[in-house]
């Protein structure tokens, strides 16, 4: 009996347990379904007031609503910031226009207050234009805040601890029209600016794109500052128009970047300066047919793929000093022409960069001073069919492995102290200005074949190893072969005096081809090394006789 009635009050026990769990849960189901009962109430009003056509004021409400409804539950987060990315994208016309006269934002928010700047009232459509651009403003700075990388958005309400920011968001803002947009420091998962127009300036500064950012065909109308910013994806800009400044130095593309392209729109138009010193290009960097009409600033730059410039004009200053090409680099069919500079001031700087793979210049036109001085090529360069119109410096460049110079057409051009550790190509070039090649070393040979020299050449103390020659070239201005250095035996008188025979299929003998300049002989320097010089060949009552062998 006692047994009996333990077990049985055991089992009352039990079922009371489970009445009040059962009673918990379902209160507790009752509690949750009526905070999203609350959530969705909130979410639904906040919406409402963010469609409002009648009030500015409730429009703004409904976006600070909407952004702390997001903060305090993270899967309203992405479905907050499209709310908001669609309401930019609705088009607007900014009142940043009157008269034909642009204006400044302040002046045009002060307006807003209800007079225009000469007193007089102000025009209604321009009120309420002015009304939407501050809803327009307030939807950017909730962007900004929310996406903060880093920033603390715990003070925005109240105190309230929140975590800094809203990792792995996206971004769709295409076509929208963004006014003075701050996007610095903030970090988006992902980022679509395509055909947005940007009024005013736009500052990127330190942002942080983990996977794509498209900004194909977007407008800038201002100055575009995306200094340090850091894309993890691609980073697409073809078709885009910088009519201010473009700021991107220290900025870092981690996967390709698309600057140009292969079709005439694709080509990015730079109107003021760009400036990409410092820049790293860990993929391709694609900028064919992009247009720099002001000065294009890469110093220090770091490809370490592909660079493409084919087809790119430069307008004013060019400058790569220092900049490494550690990929295939193209500046095929370039145009560089820039501004009228003092003597001895180069506008197109190339001074003691570094290509590391293929480089090819090939069909380049360069109207400005140019100067590769210190440059460092390991790999094989061509500028074959190039036209220097302008001065350029080759000084202290070192060629590591076949250079072509072939069809190239040069104004006043120097090579001194150049190392040529490849074969050297300048068949059919054409020098129109002064050719200086003095202290050059070619170690493969050069040939000069067919070249064509309308003022002074020197090759004073210049190395020739290999077989090197200059058949058929033609020498109109002064030519200064002094202590020039052969590292070849002398066996035939032909060959000494700089003639060589050309021989039909036959072996007889048709004509003789000049192998050196007129006026100029190879003799052997005498000591045994198996070295020879050039020497000039002077006139005498006896007969020509060499002058004296160094």
Not at 131 to 157: H, K, N, P
Not at 191 to 199: D, P, Y
Not at 500 to 529: A, L, M, T
Request: one cysteine or more; aromatic letters at 14%; a negative charge.
């Amino acid at each position: 009996m006692s047994y009996r009635r333990q077990r049985v009050a055991e089992a009352a026990n039990d079922l009371a347990k489970r009445t009040q769990l059962h009673l918990e849960r379902i209160s507790s189901d009752n509690a949750y379904d009526a905070a999203q009962r609350r959530v969705t109430d909130r979410y639904g009003q906040a919406i409402e007031q963010l469609g409002n056509q009648e009030s500015a004021l409730v429009r703004v409400g409904g976006m600070y609503s909407l952004m702390r409804l997001a903060q305090d539950h993270r899967d309203l987060r992405q479905p907050a910031v499209d709310l908001l990315c669609a309401y930019l994208r609705v088009p607007f016309e900014p009142p940043l226009v009157a008269g034909g006269q642009s204006r400044k934002l302040d002046r045009i928010l002060a307006e807003g207050e209800g007079e225009a700047a000469d007193g007089s009232s102000l025009d209604p459509n321009l009120a309420e234009g002015v009304q939407e651009l501050q809803v327009r403003l307030t939807a950017q700075r909730l962007l900004r805040r929310y996406l903060a990388a880093g920033g603390d958005v715990s003070r925005i309400f109240g105190g309230s601890i929140y975590e800094s920011s809203w990792p792995g968001t996206a971004l769709d803002l295409t076509g929208a029209a963004l006014v003075d947009f701050d996007f610095s420091g903030c970090r988006a998962s992902s980022a679509i600016f395509r055909q947005a127009s940007f009024f005013g300036n736009a500052m990127i500064t330190d942002a942080i794109f983990d996977g794509s950012a498209d900004f194909r065909g977007a407008n800038f109308t201002g100055a575009a500052d995306f200094r340090r910013a850091s894309f993890g994806g691609e980073a697409e800009f073809e078709g885009a128009c910088f009519n201010g400044p473009a700021l991107l130095t220290a900025a870092l593309f981690s996967h390709s970047a698309y600057f140009g392209g292969y079709d005439e729109p694709d080509g990015v138009s730079f109107m003021e300066e760009a400036r990409f010193d410092r820049a790293r290009f860990q993929e391709d960097a694609i900028f064919r047919r992009a247009r720099f009409d002001k000065r294009a600033d890469f110093t220090s730059v770091q490809f370490a793929a592909k660079a493409d410039f084919g087809m790119v004009t430069f307008g004013g200053d060019t400058v790569f000093s220092t900049g490494n090409f550690g990929g295939d680099s193209t500046f095929g069919r370039a145009h560089f022409t820039g501004p009228p500079r003092q003597v001895g001031l180069p506008v197109v700087d190339f001074r003691k960069s570094t290509f590391r793979n293929n480089a090819y210049l090939a069909e380049s036109v360069w109207d400005a001073p140019t100067d590769f001085g210190d440059a460092s090529f390991s790999c094989e360069a061509f500028f074959a069919s190039s036209q220097f119109n302008e001065r350029v410096s080759f000084n202290g460049v070192h060629f590591g492995y076949e250079t072509r110079f072939d069809g190239a057409m040069f104004k006043d051009s120097t090579f001194g102290g150049g190392i040529f550790e490849g074969s050297s190509v300048f068949w059919s070039a054409h020098f129109r200005g002064d050719a200086d090649f003095s202290d050059a070393q070619f170690s493969q040979g050069a040939t000069f074949d067919s070249a064509h020299f309308y003022r002074s050449a020197k090759f004073i103390k210049v190395k020739f190893h290999g077989d090197s020659a200059f058949y058929g070239a033609n020498f109109e201005g002064a030519v200064d072969f002094r202590d020039a250095k052969i590292s070849t035996a002398i066996n035939e008188h032909n060959y000494a005096e700089g003639r060589v025979p050309i021989r039909d299929k036959r072996g007889n003998k048709q004509r003789d081809v000049r192998r050196w300049p007129p006026g100029w002989r190879v003799e052997p320097s005498g000591q045994g090394d198996n070295q020879s010089y050039l020497v000039r060949v002077v006139p005498d009552d006896n007969g020509p006789r060499s002058e004296a062998t160094p």
